[in-house]
């Protein structure tokens, strides 16, 4: 079957205006993480969904940004009044019951 | 807190080079290890894994051991080639606060023909 898939591959988009990155993860896989990898600060756990209980919201930086996880599957990241310092490549991961997370492309941001 | 230290980079090796690759982490507990890797243009892929003391991950001819006594888990590989250019992550994942990867901050390698 087809890996995790992320979209858009690249956004470019102007200070201030909100943004949405979407997420297919692997079909089955219970588990789906967002992770952010900028030229400061490395990659950074986001946010973690596993299955219907509650997401684990700790690692998102601010109330700007938010997910979801519809219907058990794919996942859309929501980052309001971006910033410049929102910029960097949004990842998704996810996992079977096994603790192997299997990555998409990413998705380049670019606020300007 | 968690914590996962790697050399900087870029390291750069001469194809059929010996490579070491360190890694030390901070962790309560016995963490799973992992190294991931990044080719120029595609996304991360995990290249090995180790969840228990002592284990031994290897793939492609990388291998990295489990240690808990020095708190470890060292990438090598006996003849490194030019394929092998990438940018190497180690990583955990704690047996006691969610799922969640934590990173190293990554090494770059680069092996000259």
């Known amino acids: 079957g087809a890996g995790v898939s992320q979209s858009p591959s690249n956004k470019v988009t102007e200070k201030g205006k909100d943004v949405e990155l979407r997420c297919d993860p692997i079909?089955?896989?219970?588990?789906l993480y967002w992770y952010r990898q900028s030229l400061g600060q490395g990659l950074e756990f986001l946010i973690y969904?596993?299955?219907?209980?509650?997401?684990?919201k700790s690692g998102l930086p601010s109330d700007r940004f938010s997910a979801e996880r519809t219907g058990g599957s794919v996942s859309t990241l929501t980052i309001q009044r971006t910033q410049q310092e929102d910029s960097a490549v949004y990842l998704c991961?996810?996992?079977?019951?096994?603790?192997?997370?299997?990555f998409g492309p990413g998705t380049r941001l670019t606020v300007l | 807190g968690n914590s996962v230290t790697q050399m900087e980079g870029p390291v750069t090796l001469s194809e059929e080079a010996f490579l070491t690759i360190n890694c030390t982490y901070t962790?309560?507990?016995?963490?799973?290890l992992f190294w991931y890797v990044q080719y120029p243009g595609e996304g991360l892929q995990l290249l090995l894994k180790?969840?228990?003391?002592?284990d031994k991950g290897s793939n492609k001819g990388f291998e990295a051991t489990y240690r808990k006594e020095t708190t470890s888990f060292h990438l090598e590989k006996g003849s490194v080639q030019v394929s092998d250019s990438a940018v190497y992550f180690c990583?955990?994942?704690?047996?006691?606060?969610?799922?969640?990867?934590?990173f190293g901050g990554g090494t770059r390698l680069m092996v000259k023909p």
């Open positions: 991961a996810s996992s079977a019951h096994t603790d192997t997370q299997y």
């Open positions: 079909s089955g896989h219970t588990a």
């Open positions: 969904f596993q299955g219907n209980s509650a997401p684990d």
């Open positions: 962790a309560t507990g016995y963490p799973s």
């Open positions: 180790a969840t228990k003391a002592d």
């Open positions: 990583a955990l994942i704690p047996n006691n606060a969610g799922n969640m990867l934590t």
